[in-house]
């Protein structure tokens, strides 16, 4: 297909670098800009590189509340506040409590699950196209838990075989054989053999810019400040230019908002701040992501090492890093392995979350021209191509068997 129209995206993290190379498959032309240069440690680079397509339930779910008051109050759990954002949070956590009922769960699960199962076969897509270099694990990811969380367990258990999705429950002893060099605290686990992980996020996000760039995509680094109009057709507006475009996608993950509220759009999008630190020349101490689901950390095996990743912090995007989640983290990694050497890289990012924890993807209340594709939380490393392949076809005008109603922003106007 040819389209000889140009499109500029704002944001080079996973999502825009996806929905160009997806756009560019259609044949249209393609403009990115950042402020920084790709591959910058935005949350795309320090996630935890998990390609997880099982993981339809999200943080909205029926028994989230009765936890809260334990998991902030415990050293070792997984939830921390910035207490002076408290107060900038409290419409975004009304909206939250309103989706934690069984209804709201279970369509937050069945739409990510819609777009999660595709995920990796448009991932395929994309990396049909590029050399990986070994720089993606197909070895599975393995959650474990110790007795006292059973009963949050068995939601997810039973949501996910409502849903369909594979799951291969796993006791002590196959635990240990997975993973040998886990200290032997947990009872139970699951596995998700098909998931898959990234070795280093950084230098696959490169190879899909290094793509673009070689399709003839242009990147301009700028920061940008607003979306104008020349009747219809949308201005992308940097500190000192401004840039003529027939439609723009607005796909700058947690700051997003700050453009669609001059959309004059009420997109209640906020940030879960998380964490990583690196255990430098260990990776072989695991062969695949591990998450500790009582405390809601994980430990992913990278080029950089072992990279422990966790956390989920309210706090907006201005607050600084919190050595106590830091210290937080290398304790909860030193409690999974044992001794470790001293950790490096303190990497604080933001996941984009909507109250109702479903992404934002298709065009703005107010301009036909102007599309969003953010606020994928925890799953936005996953579900970069999916959404990409979603976009594009948006734009396009094509077709779709799939109910994309759930992902659109007017469901908060
Ligand atoms: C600790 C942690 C662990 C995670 N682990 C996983 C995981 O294992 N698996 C998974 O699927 N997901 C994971 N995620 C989530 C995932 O990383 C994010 O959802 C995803 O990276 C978001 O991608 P994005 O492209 O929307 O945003 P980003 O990666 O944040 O990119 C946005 C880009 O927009 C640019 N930008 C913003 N505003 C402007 C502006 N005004 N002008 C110009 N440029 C601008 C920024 O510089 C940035 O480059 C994790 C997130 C965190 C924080």
């Given at each position: 297909m040819t389209n000889s129209l140009n499109v500029g995206i704002i944001g080079a993290g996973i999502q825009g670098i996806s929905n160009a190379l997806f756009l560019q498959k259609k044949g249209f032309n393609v403009t990115i800009f950042d402020r920084d240069n790709p591959g910058s440690p935005a949350a795309s680079y320090g996630n935890a590189g998990h390609f997880s397509p099982?993981?339809?339930?999200?943080?909205?779910?029926?028994?989230v509340l009765a936890d809260v008051p334990a998991m902030l109050l415990s050293s070792t759990g997984p939830l921390a506040l910035k207490w002076n954002y408290v107060p900038k949070m409290i419409p975004w956590f009304l909206k939250f409590i309103s989706n934690t009922s069984k209804k709201k769960m279970m369509h937050t699960a069945r739409n990510m699950h819609q777009i999660l199962d595709l995920a990796l076969p448009a991932y395929d897509e994309l990396f049909d196209e590029i050399n990986l270099d070994g720089l993606v694990e197909k070895k599975g990811i393995l959650y474990i838990w110790n007795n006292q969380d059973l009963k949050s367990r068995e939601l997810e258990i039973n949501v996910r075989k409502e849903l369909g999705v594979e799951q291969q429950l796993v006791n002590k002893s196959e635990i240990h054989d997975l993973e040998?060099?886990?200290?032997?605290?947990?009872h139970a686990g699951v596995y998700y053999p098909y998931a898959r992980h990234a070795r280093n996020p950084k230098k696959i996000l490169l190879k899909f810019f290094e793509l673009f760039i070689k399709k003839g995509g242009k990147f301009e680094r700028r920061n940008i400040n607003d979306i104008q109009f020349d009747t219809e057709k949308p201005i992308i507006i940097s500190d000192d230019k401004r840039y003529h475009f027939d439609k723009i996608v607005i796909?700058?993950?947690?700051?997003?908002k700050i453009l669609t509220d001059n959309l004059d759009e009420r997109i209640p999008l906020d940030t879960e701040r998380g964490y990583h630190v690196h255990f430098k020349n260990?990776?072989?101490?695991?062969n695949r992501p591990v998450i500790f689901s009582n405390r809601g950390f994980g430990i992913t095996p990278m080029e950089q090492g072992l990279r422990v990743v966790g956390t989920v912090e309210?706090?907006?995007?201005?607050n600084p890093l919190s050595k106590s989640r830091i210290k937080n983290l290398i304790n909860n990694a030193k409690y999974m392995l044992g001794d470790l050497p001293e950790h490096e890289d303190e990497w604080l990012g933001f996941r984009p979350t909507l109250p109702d924890f479903l992404p934002v993807m298709g065009p703005s209340k107010n301009h036909k021209n102007v599309f969003y594709c953010f606020g994928h939380h925890h799953l936005g490393w996953t579900l970069g191509p999916i959404s990409g392949k979603i976009v594009s076809g948006m734009i396009a005008k094509e077709n779709t068997n799939l109910n994309l109603d759930p992902y659109s922003s007017k469901r908060f106007n």
């Open positions: 099982y993981a339809s339930l999200s943080l909205n779910r029926t028994d040998p060099n886990i200290k032997p605290f947990y796909a700058c993950g947690a700051f997003s260990c990776d072989h101490l695991l309210f706090g907006g995007l201005r």
